[in-house]
């Protein structure tokens, strides 16, 4: 089966504080995603990635950053955390074929951060 | 800009009931759309897909409708149970980067 694996289910952080957000893919997928999950809002892509060592930036990529050294492994910093980073962040990944069964996402199971 | 949005924030549907979900976009150049099930404390799982050549598609007790004429989707489940229980987002994509809007959510409540 399928996975994408975020290390943390829950974090909770200073501010101030350097965040590591970690997610893993075991299905060789190329295309790497985090999202940020608020009430209202829906799911806002943060940064993107369709190769190693390649970012792109989403929507809303002010005060994150990124790192892809591996494809199976794309993290998300937060350089400096602040409340207002507060929120459910979630990984997918995809593969770079389309019209191939499930061309959509598969997401992690998220990991919800309290800035404090 | 584009946008992806949703009729109904909330559904409360009786069990055993059929539901509907709806989903507006507007971006015609959009040719493939997604919905997805997410169930508390969980990621959002794939439902169903269905492509901008199709009308309709049918999974295990799902149907998607697609009406390109007037830019709406819609997610049907036959005969809903406890289990289905979640937030419900449709999605599109439009272009070669498998980048994707997603609309804010519709929860599903069913009542025993």
């Known amino acids: 089966d399928v996975k994408v694996t975020q290390s943390s289910r829950y974090l909770v952080k200073r501010t101030g504080e350097k965040v590591f957000l970690e997610c893993v893919q075991d299905?060789?997928?190329?295309?790497m995603f985090w999202y940020r999950q608020d009430p209202g809002l829906g799911l806002r892509l943060i940064y993107f990635?369709?190769?190693?060592?390649?970012?792109e930036k989403g929507d809303i990529p002010e005060g994150y950053s990124v790192s892809r050294e591996k494809k199976e492994r794309f993290s998300l910093i937060l350089e400096s955390a602040s409340t207002n980073q507060t929120s459910m962040y979630l990984c997918?990944?995809?593969?770079?074929?389309?019209?191939?069964?499930?061309?959509?996402?598969?997401f992690g199971s998220g990991t919800r951060l309290t800035v404090v | 800009g584009e946008s992806v949005g949703l009729h109904l924030p909330t559904l409360s549907v009786q069990e055993g009931d059929n539901s509907i979900i709806n989903c507006a976009y507007s971006?015609?150049?959009?040719?493939?759309f997604i919905w997805y099930k997410q169930e508390s404390g969980k990621g959002p799982q794939f439902i169903i897909d269905?492509?901008?050549?199709?009308d309709k598609r049918q999974g295990q007790r799902v149907t998607v409708l697609l009406n390109k004429t007037v830019k709406h989707l819609s997610l049907q489940i036959a005969a809903t149970q406890p289990g289905d229980s979640a937030v419900y987002f449709c999605?599109?994509?439009?272009?070669?980067?498998?980048?994707?809007?997603f609309g804010t959510g519709t929860k599903l409540q069913v009542i025993p």
């Open positions: 997918a990944s995809s593969s770079h074929a389309p019209l191939t069964a499930n061309y959509g996402y598969t």
């Open positions: 299905m060789d997928h190329e295309n």
């Open positions: 990635s369709y190769d190693v060592k390649m970012k």
């Open positions: 971006n015609s150049a959009s040719d493939y």
């Open positions: 269905i492509r901008s050549n199709m």
């Open positions: 999605a599109e994509l439009s272009g070669g980067y498998q980048k994707v809007t």
